[in-house]
T-cell receptor, first 114, second 113 residues
Framework: DAGVIQSPRHEVTEMGQEVTLRCKPI?????LFWYRQTMMRGLELLIY????????DSGMPEDRFSAKMPNASFSTLKIQPSEPRDSAVYFC????????????FGPGTRLLVL | GENVEQHPSTLSVQEGDSAVIKCTYS??????FPWYKQELGKRPQLIID?????GEKKDQRIAVTLNKTAKHFSLHITETQPEDSAVYFC????????????FGKGTTLSVSS
């Protein structure tokens, strides 16, 4: 298995532009998580899905952020419009639905908003 | 909601020494406590975890202890090596049935030879 796949690995954009981050979880995993990592705030849980259904989006910072999971093998995190303070590394992780299983992280997308 | 505090934020040790990182959590319903290691520019990776039905778990040079009464857990690394240098994160699950995690702010461990 290739593990969790994220694209793009790096994204540089200008303030006000739309940004779409993509994630492919490990095949067979039922949970998918989106995290944001910054020096100031550490690793923050933004939203997570179970069987493609959003369970908790209380970590999404603003309405500018949205996430979807149209099928078991694909999820997107969209920021529209982007702002410089959105600059961070965004990680996607997945895990099995069984009781308290390991979360496997993707390589992350490093986003810079100018 | 769950809150996880982690100390220290930085830790410097000599090769061969032991390193201890401590975390406290707020929600007594949490029952799963993993530790992740993140090397510079890489993804976080699980190194060890502990569930609330045990007090200690070991895996070679690393061990984790859990005190449910005091709501704190610790990571112990013995015989540290330069390749142990990384950021270490503790975490706790948000609710008893779920796998969603809240992470501590991380500890930067530096092992000098």
């Amino acid at each position: 298995d290739a593990g969790v796949i994220q694209s793009p690995r790096h994204e540089v954009t200008e303030m006000g532009q739309e940004v779409t981050l993509r994630c492919k979880p490990i095949s067979g995993h039922d949970y998918l998580f989106w995290y944001r990592q910054t020096m100031m705030r550490g690793l923050e849980l933004l939203i997570y899905f179970n069987n493609n259904v959003p369970i908790d989006d209380s970590g999404m910072p603003e309405d500018r952020f949205s996430a979807k999971m149209p099928n078991a093998s694909f999820s997107t995190l969209k920021i529209q419009p982007s702002e410089p303070r959105d600059s961070a590394v965004y990680f996607c992780a997945s895990s099995l639905a069984r009781f308290q299983e390991t979360q496997y992280f993707g390589p992350g997308t490093r986003l810079l908003v100018l | 909601g769950e809150n996880v505090e982690q100390h220290p934020s930085t830790l410097s040790v000599q090769e061969g020494d032991s390193a201890v990182i401590k975390c406290t959590y707020s929600d007594s319903a949490s029952n799963y406590f993993p530790w992740y290691k993140q090397e510079l520019g890489k993804r976080p990776q699980l190194i060890i975890d502990i569930r609330s039905n045990v007090g200690e778990k070991k895996d070679q040079r690393i061990a984790v202890t859990l005190n449910k009464t005091a709501k704190h857990f610790s990571l112990h690394i013995t015989e540290t090596q330069p390749e142990d240098s990384a950021v270490y994160f503790c975490a706790a699950n948000i609710n008893q049935a779920g796998t969603a995690l809240i992470f501590g702010k991380g500890t930067t461990l530096s092992v000098s030879s």
